[in-house]
């Protein structure tokens, strides 16, 4: 029997149809798109800097990313192509040099600019691109023989190590206005595929929540170019000293195939404070010791990495920050070692030329200084020195104890006794280990020096044996200083490697091992949480509600 449609009769149809894919559809999206709840970070309002979606750092992160930022295994340059550039920052509409040097003359390039971020997992955002570049053959340095080759132009102070490529300007890039503050690599491609990269960070966003602060000082301490570093020389010669006191920014990074320690001890911050759309500005360490009052525009300050090398400019501008109410974290080690100063180059541009004696009162050498007796406050040597008297841990609460350079680090473990509110949700448990190669390769510890701040709280006691084969420890640590700011310090360089799956290369001790930790993605949520609040009762507010747990 035929059924009859009546208009009843349709419209009742219609409906059911209408709610029956509706059904099915809602039940597809939820079989492919929900994650598990054990991947589920919880994200309070609070962090963004807004009561909902869209600010800044959000609003770039939706845009197309490409993980292309990315060198192809093989196709790392050592000789073929090398580049620095004029500043460590810019802020848009500024102009930004690039000094590029081809091993051969007249060898084509490309340069693309990429700002590094989640964007959905592929880490970069390409932001402009130029081909067919001509190379220029204005010298370069063979690492592997410690040879510096066919640098006409080169200057070199062989008394002081210091080394300054003096290349000619390659390309010119005027910075875009609406370029978002970040931080930039610069790739070099030569015409056989071989890459090299150079950083700098991009301003802006004066009023966030959090600032970031990239270690470009240490990036150049450690940068041995020309045959020259902090730490090394490769001057054969007896009477010449067996490492610079005086460094430069105009050469190439040696390390990080030219990024420096960016990729190594600080992408995977960056990567994760992005992803969880955090209110960010960066700035390089340059920036923060030409204008340490800038961080009182934000309300917490966040170091990245190997943050070893400061001024008094810098620890003075941290300091008052945190007296003023600034929360702090530390997410690496070995910050605030040792003390140094800026000079001009050669060109007479400020604060592109790094001095530090290293000079100790245990060694008996702080003349070596020409500051020592005229203005013993500036002298580069340790901040816990005698004659500074200014020890780290007054500042962090922990302070650099040892480094490996064997294994590639150890596991974080929780204290045994650990009780704090920060730990609420994380599924953290005391004293059991976390993670693959979280400790190293330097870390901190608490100091018995009577300059340990009150109230200092110990996370994290994880077990460690350094280069000597001597067992020790390193600590992650929290107080709230008496003007209500948190000052957070990791303990370990590698530590925020727990927060994303980035790695610039494979650590085959770790094997299959997730690398990431979802507990201590909980765990830094939290403290970036309490980071921009005021402790006015010396109490942290965090509690299982925050995050809606």
Known sequence: MRLRLTSSNTVFLLIVAVLVIAL???????????????????????????????NLIERENALLGTSAWQIPVGKEATTQIQAYASATSVTPDQRLTFYVSTQTEGTPYAM????????????????????????HAQGYYDRSHQLLVGCNSCHINT??????????PSYTLNVPSDWVTGVYLAKFIDANGFQTYTPFDVRGNRGSHYVVVTSDTTYAAYNEWG?????????LETNEPPRAVKVSFDRPYTEGNGSGYLLAFEANAIHWLEHMGYDLSYLSSVDLHENPGQLLRHKAYLSLGHDEYWTKEMRDGVENARDHGVGLAFLGADASYWQMRFEPDSAGIKDRTIVCYKVQTVHNNLTHDPLYGKDNSRVTTQWRDPLLNRPENALIGIMYSSFENVKNGFPWQMSPQVQSPLLDGTGLQPGQQYGCGLVGYEWDRVFNNGATP????????????????KPDISNTTYYIAPSGALVFATGSIYWTAALDSYRPSVDKACGGQNPVVLGMQELMLHVMHELVIHHSSQQLTWTATNAGV
């Open 24 to 54: 099915l559809v809602g039940l597809y999206l939820s079989s492919v798109g929900a994650k598990p709840a054990s991947q589920s970070i919880s994200l309070p309002t609070t962090a963004t800097g807004s009561s909902g979606p869209g």
């Open 454 to 469: 009150a109230g200092l709280q110990v996370l994290g006691t994880s077990y460690t044996v350094d280069y000597n084969n």
């Open 227 to 235: 045959g020259y570093s902090l730490y090394h020389s490769s001057n």
């Open 159 to 168: 008394p002081t190590g210091l080394v300054e490529a003096n290349w000619q």
């Open 112 to 135: 693309s600019i990429y700002r590094l971020g989640w964007y959905g997992g592929l880490g970069g955002r390409l932001v402009v691109s130029q081909a067919n570049l001509l190379g």
